[in-house]
């Protein structure tokens, strides 16, 4: 029987967090309404809240299932030479972000008024930086070389789990442009420049690989 109820329970949180999915597409994460999301899955607003006791909670949820589908995207890159790793994983994140546009803006777009992420959302944003770090976080990149910077760059270390002690700041920077581009290519502000993308992406990726120094590497 308890099987049963977590079957069901599982069931019903799954239609939750998809209403909510279909809320924020439609307005946006600050117009996400628990009301709403419970008419749209047939329930009353107070039986919602024994699945999320508050809005928040599931804002949170919805972040760390994006941050866990862009990951499982980016893990499924298979090509291993780290020019073209970077590049893949580029293309990966990419091409998830075209597809799921709404989750996108959700983990990396403009913040909810009210909401600020907890601590959990830390590991989950860092699933999504580790095969970045994993090809490239060796690599030291002068002007990320300096002590400050890099004393600050420490704690990839930890919230990756180890897979770079140095160069972590060059990486950072060229995850924030990747994630900056495809920002501005769903907002719609490479219309009339930079369209159709591709070229451009393919561009500023094969720039990382210089910059990073991974062209002929391994």
Do not use: K
Not at 107 to 133: D, K, N
Request: charged share 20%; aromatic share 6%; no cysteine.
């Amino acid at each position: 029987m308890a099987g049963v109820r977590e079957e069901s329970r599982a069931r019903t949180t799954a239609a939750i967090l998809a209403a909510a999915r279909e809320e924020i597409a439609a307005h946006g994460g600050g117009g996400l309404s628990m009301r709403a999301v419970a008419r749209e899955v047939g329930m009353v607003s107070s039986a919602v809240y024994r699945y999320f006791p508050t809005r928040e909670a599931l804002l949170t949820a919805m972040i760390l299932e994006s941050y866990e589908s862009l990951a499982a995207a980016l893990e499924s890159v298979r090509a291993r030479r780290p020019d073209r790793r970077w590049i893949a994983l580029g293309e990966a994140m990419r091409g998830w972000a075209v597809e799921r546009p709404h989750e996108f803006q959700l983990i990396y777009g403009t913040p909810v008024p009210g909401y600020v992420a907890p601590p959990e959302t830390v590991p989950a944003a860092a699933a999504v930086a580790r095969p970045f770090l994993a090809v490239a976080g060796g690599v030291e990149v002068a002007p990320f070389a300096a002590p400050r910077v890099a004393r600050q760059m420490e704690v990839l270390t930890e919230v990756a789990e180890g897979v770079t002690r140095e160069g972590g700041g060059a990486v950072l920077a060229e995850l924030a442009a990747l994630i900056g581009a495809v920002t501005l290519e769903l907002g719609g502000h490479l219309v009339g420049s930079a369209e159709p993308a591709d070229p451009f992406f393919r561009a500023l990726l094969q720039r990382q690989v210089d910059t990073l120094g991974l062209a002929g590497a391994g």
